[in-house]
Nanobody, 128 residues
Framework: QVQLRESGGGSVEAGGSLRLSCTRS??????????MGWFRQIPGQTRREGIA????????NYANSVKGRFTISKDNDKSTLYLQMNDLKPEDSATYYC???????????????????WGQGTQITVSS
């Protein structure tokens, strides 16, 4: 059973940085190549916004809202996904989730509900 667990959330002032981690336990189905991604959800909203995805071949996709500020990366040996967030803005405040799915990030970034596995989320608060 695959489980994803995020860490690294917290409170920061505008312009600051945070790094999120997402650690996987359990094994993916070896028949598929998995895309992993980061998403966020603003309190009170039902929609989850795609932030960044990284495919098994290393292909990366970003939402326009975070390009140039956020960097997604992964360490396969540690089964860990990262999101480095720089120049944070108050509008970045949200609950951040990591997710995994045997699909392509270019598509899944737009359709987060398609992701098979989700973490529990970690809260980010950016004060002005």
């Amino acid at each position: 059973q695959v489980q994803l667990r995020e860490s690294g959330g917290g409170s920061v002032e505008a312009g600051g940085s945070l790094r999120l981690s997402c650690t996987r336990s359990g094994n993916f189905d070896s028949r598929y190549r998995y895309c992993m991604g980061w998403f966020r959800q603003i309190p009170g909203q039902t929609r989850r916004e795609g932030i960044a995805t990284i495919d098994s071949d290393g292909t990366i996709n970003y939402a326009n809202s975070v390009k140039g500020r956020f960097t997604i990366s992964k360490d396969n040996d540690k089964s860990t996904l990262y999101l480095q967030m720089n120049d944070l803005k108050p509008e970045d405040s949200a609950t951040y989730y990591c997710a995994a799915d045997p699909g392509r990030g270019s598509y899944l970034l737009q359709y987060p509900t398609q992701f098979q596995y989700w973490g529990q989320g970690t809260q980010i608060t950016v004060s002005s």
